[in-house]
């Protein structure tokens, strides 16, 4: 069993930054991607960033236009999520989830594809944590 515990959202002004954390715990070894998901109020929840824990392979939302980064800190089991230059569009409640004991061969075949898993592999989510962005 794993779960997942996410912090350091907050209330900035627009062009300030944040850093989200997302603890791991449980079942480590089972976890075969992280990723960061955001849910707006009247919105469907939509990827941000994953990352495949195995190969270290990173992959983000196009509309992100590399203003956030993901990144594994191994020594805390800890996937964290920085968010820089944001906008009011990135006010959302943002969720931090695990694909869990998935077929080496489907992971092995989604990086081939330079894609990473469809939402409905993320078997395991946290509770969320909100960003706000206004001035």
């Known amino acids: 069993q794993v779960e997942l515990v996410e912090s350091g959202g907050g209330s900035v002004q627009p062009g300030g930054s944040l850093r989200l954390s997302c603890i791991v715990s449980g079942n480590i070894n089972s976890v075969n991607c992280l990723g960061w998901f955001r849910q707006a109020p009247g919105k469907e929840r939509e990827g941000v960033a994953a990352?495949?824990?195995?190969?270290?392979?990173?992959f983000y939302a196009e509309f992100l236009k590399g203003r956030f980064t993901i990144a594994q800190d191994n020594a805390r089991n800890t996937v964290n999520l920085y968010l820089n230059s944001l906008e009011p569009e990135d006010t959302a409640m943002y969720y931090c989830?695990?694909?869990?004991?998935?077929?080496?061969?489907?992971?092995?075949?989604?990086?081939?594809?330079?894609?990473?898993?469809?939402?409905?592999?993320?078997?395991?989510w946290g509770q969320g944590t909100q960003v706000t962005v206004s001035s």
């Open positions: 989830a695990a694909v869990v004991n998935a077929r080496p061969v489907r992971m092995k075949a989604l990086q081939g594809l330079g894609v990473w898993p469809p939402q409905p592999d993320f078997g395991v």
């Open positions: 990352l495949y824990t195995g190969s270290g392979r990173t």
